[in-house]
């Protein structure tokens, strides 16, 4: 079975950020992009909408208003959704798969095919070594449960009480709503002053901090993907070192 990963932190920390760089180090994953800003593959360099991409909200939206997909009424649901999110809605390239939640995805709503997709998304994670998960800003999210049993979790912190009060919250929140998780790990994002770093380490498992990268900005704010970073940039070479802390095998 592949390794999940999931990142989180407060709003504007540098997640997706860290999930693009993530993806220069581990071979062929599989992004999940669950923020309905929708700006991971921007970060790579891809523009989903051009490529024809949906995302997994507006598929599902359609199939619940039965508005098309007619050739596919002899199907039950669960395939329906299985194939349409595999032709529809996953864009593959050769460095990395995506796949975007989008926007109506949220609790309350489309129940029978959220609970059907949660367990799609883990048997598509099946056939990736890894699996990433790029999630929203704040802890709301984690209702979504994309999915329930996850390997590692990192949390980018910014540089607040709040954030550091934040990865207690989340861990509750994590075992209240039973997802399961074997590694939580801390990461201080660019902002960080070296002196802080101290407090992060009283609270968990520590793997440094991301450096700040001035063309990571810049590319950033240009829409070129990140994948195309020197090697030398700061950023890239924080992002080995922390993974290489966590024990990860890196290509
Ligand atoms: N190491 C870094 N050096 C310089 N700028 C950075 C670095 N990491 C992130 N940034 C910048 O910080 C901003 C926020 O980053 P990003 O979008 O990754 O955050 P996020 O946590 O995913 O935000 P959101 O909560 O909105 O999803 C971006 O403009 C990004 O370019
Ligand atoms: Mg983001």
Redesign the pocket.
Known sequence: MGRKIVCT??????????VALLTKYLPHPLLVDA?S?Q?LAD?LGVDLGEEGIRTISEVLFDIQKERSYEELSSLPLPEKIEYLLNTSCLYESERFDIISIGVKWTKGCYCMPNNVLRSIIPKMADSYEYTII?S??GLEHLNRRVVSEVDDIFV?LDPSRKALKNVERMRKIASEIGIRFSNLYLIA??RFKEDVEEYIQDIGDYLGK?????L??KY??SGKSLLELPSNSP?LSSVEKILKRAGYKLR
Do not use: H, Q, V
């Not at 932190?9 to 860290?18: C, E, L």
């Not at 991301?210 to 001035?214: A, F, K, L, S, T």
């Open positions: 932190g407060r709003g504007g920390t540098g997640k997706t950020t860290f923020d800003d700006n970060m790029d929203p800003g980018i994002n660019y991301i450096e700040y990268d001035p990571l900005e950033s704010w950023a």
